[in-house]
T-cell receptor
């Protein structure tokens, strides 16, 4: 079967750095995505990794190790508006682009 | 502006009734998806379609039906056979298979919150 694990909740302080981890076991792998979702809203795309290494995009970075089935999302200079759920998703479906999502990590940024 | 639109945002249904959720996209995407989101759970795939007039069951298709008569539209019907339909439903689209990996990200609609009363 397919499985993705993320911590359920995390708390961090405004201005700090936080790392959200994701581990996965899937039958195939076409890439890993990170999405941000505010309560009651649609997920919005943050980053994509298909090769090992770090992808940096402004305050957000994402890392992938395919051999370990592991990724993390790094958020720097945290702002209050970063309080949201962060979803890790893996494209495992080969030609069908099927995505499996983790349960999400609810991040609370405190003053 | 290009995007993906779901309607309505909130929907109430009586037990035993079928209800249809709308999803329209003007992104010219081939692939469209329906997900269900429940508290404490990740998004679960209900149905997906890679091309017009073709669709496949996802992981939790029982009690749901879809159609894909037009590229832009992928409506989801929640039937009375769905035992626990109260949830947040998300529609998504993507360019589709066979394109560059960076094109496979899914774009989501704003969601429809369905409540059975």
């Amino acid at each position: 079967g397919q499985n993705i694990d993320q911590p359920t909740e995390m708390t961090a302080t405004e201005g700090a750095i936080v790392q959200i981890n994701c581990t996965y076991q899937t039958s195939g792998f076409n890439g890993l995505f990170w999405y941000q979702q505010h309560a009651g809203e649609a997920p919005t795309f943050l980053s994509y990794n298909v090769l090992d290494g770090l992808e940096e995009k402004g305050r957000f970075s994402s890392f992938l190790s395919r051999s370990k089935g592991y990724s993390y999302l790094l958020l720097k200079e945290l702002q209050m508006k970063d309080s949201a759920s962060y979803l890790c998703a893996v494209n495992y479906g080969g030609a069908t682009n099927k995505l499996i999502f983790g349960t999400g990590t609810l991040l609370a940024v405190q003053p | 502006d290009g995007g993906i639109t779901q309607s309505p945002k909130y929907l109430f249904r009586k037990e035993g009734q079928n209800v249809t959720l709308s999803c329209e996209q003007n992104l010219n995407h081939d692939a469209m998806y329906w997900y269900r989101q429940d508290p404490g759970q990740g998004l679960r795939l209900i149905y997906y379609s890679q091309i017009v007039n073709d669709f496949q069951k996802g992981d939790i298709a029982e009690g749901y039906s879809v159609s894909r008569e037009k590229k832009e539209s992928f409506p989801l019907t929640v039937t009375s056979a769905q035992k626990n339909p109260t949830a947040f439903y998300l529609c998504a689209s993507s360019i589709g298979p066979g394109n560059s990996p960076t094109g496979t990200e899914a774009f989501f609609g704003q969601g429809t919150r369905l409540t059975v009363v």
